[in-house]
């Protein structure tokens, strides 16, 4: 089963030279510490940066250099500063190439859920629903199943959706799923993680064809 | 052609209880702090609030949420706010939630002079209800309408006198597009300079914008994670 670190390495092999790239909070932004050498991606920050560097050294943090999670960051060679409706120009134009995100749910038709547990939790959509609504290759990174060990790979989200028919790709604790014709497809399993652990974290349509390889971390 | 006035209790002497105020910021970073200190401070009340967040507990916005002065606010995102979560769940605050980049465009749209914007975000959640929904090319689009505020308060790191404006790093955010939407807009500086010493090349937010600046003062620019690498 992966850890947090372990889903954030097998997205990050996702990352191709010369792809623009957003990273949401959480589980996304540490796909960042794995870009596999040689690779050369642009790190996009919806609150108006390309080229969003790694964390400050103490002393040379900047109130005024911060990420879309409101993290201190620093700025590279190339880097460009805009306002918010440009940032989210450039997505809704569909110029960044990959967006990977988080999510409470997933279903099987691509629909994901992840701003809003009514009477619960309501933090806000943020960007997500710009992103998830123009991005053409989205990749969700999320746990597969809740702590009470209900999937959240479903025929149908039970939450508030952040949008529809969006999400491309899934990675989870479990496997690497691309989502088509209305099903899971499993690519990948993690290491260690048997067909059958993985057919009972899923309850949306699963396809299982052939002998399905161990991911590559 | 000056537009400087004194400081920030000058500058929102003139807004009134119910009125609708843009506040420019991303978290805590590029907020107007000398403006909302004079807004606590003046006490008006009944204010919708549109800005992407609603500040922490105890700076920014929080501190209006505070003293009940928020009726209504319009943000994307509410997540490090305890006094605003209970406001919400209790019933106290209005809250209407809108994608980011909705927000910032339809700030735009006003500060452009057009009415609506046609955006996907949303479609098919419950941000889509009883809005328009128009079909372009094959894919389904929201009608959303540009903001009409009373009042923009922004935060720049440069103006001159006749209300040109440069901002810093991230902390431009929503500032330049807040600052065109306002029917009057409020710009605090951290450095006021005589016009003429700033390149015009280098202005993003120009002066015909803006109705007021101030040079601001003690600003703390909290951070709110304070993230470091180590090696």
Known sequence: ?217 | MNKVIANADVAIQDIQDGMTLMLGGFGLCGIPENSITALVKNGVKNLTCISNNAGVDDFGIGLMLHKKQVKKMIASYVGENAEFERQLLSGELEVELIPQGTLATRCMAAGYGMPAIFTPAGVGTEVAEGKETRNFNGKDYLMEMAFDADFAIVKAWKGDTMGNLIYKSTARNFNPLMAMAGKITIAEVEELVPAGELDPDQIHTPGIYVHRIFQGSNYEKRIEQRTLRTT
């Open chain 1, 1 to 217: 089963m992966l850890d947090k670190n372990g889903i954030a390495k097998r997205i990050a092999k996702e990352f191709k030279n010369g792809m623009y790239v957003n990273l949401g909070i959480g589980i996304p932004t540490l796909a960042a510490n794995y870009i596999p050498e040689g690779v050369d991606v642009v790190l996009q920050s919806e609150n108006g940066l390309l080229g969003m560097g790694p964390f400050p050294f103490e002393g040379e943090e900047d109130a005024d250099l911060i990420n879309a999670g409101k993290q201190t960051i620093t700025t590279l060679p190339g880097s460009s500063i805009f306002d918010s409706a440009m940032s989210f120009g450039m997505i809704r134009a569909g110029k960044v190439d990959l967006t990977v995100l988080g999510a409470m749910e997933v279903s099987e038709n691509g629909d994901i859920a992840n701003w809003k547990i009514p009477g619960k939790m309501v933090k806000g959509m943020g960007g997500a629903m710009d992103l998830v609504a123009s991005a053409k290759n989205i990749i969700v990174a999320m746990q597969q199943v809740n702590k009470a060990g209900q999937s959240k790979l479903l025929k149908t989200c039970s939450l508030p959706l952040t949008g529809v028919h969006c999400v491309k790709r899934v990675v989870t604790e479990l496997g690497f799923y691309q989502i088509e014709n209305g099903a899971f497809r499993l690519l990948e399993r993690a290491p260690g993680i048997s067909i059958d652990e993985i057919k009972k974290a899923t309850e949306g349509k699963l396809i299982i064809e052939g002998e399905i390889p161990e991911m590559e971390i």
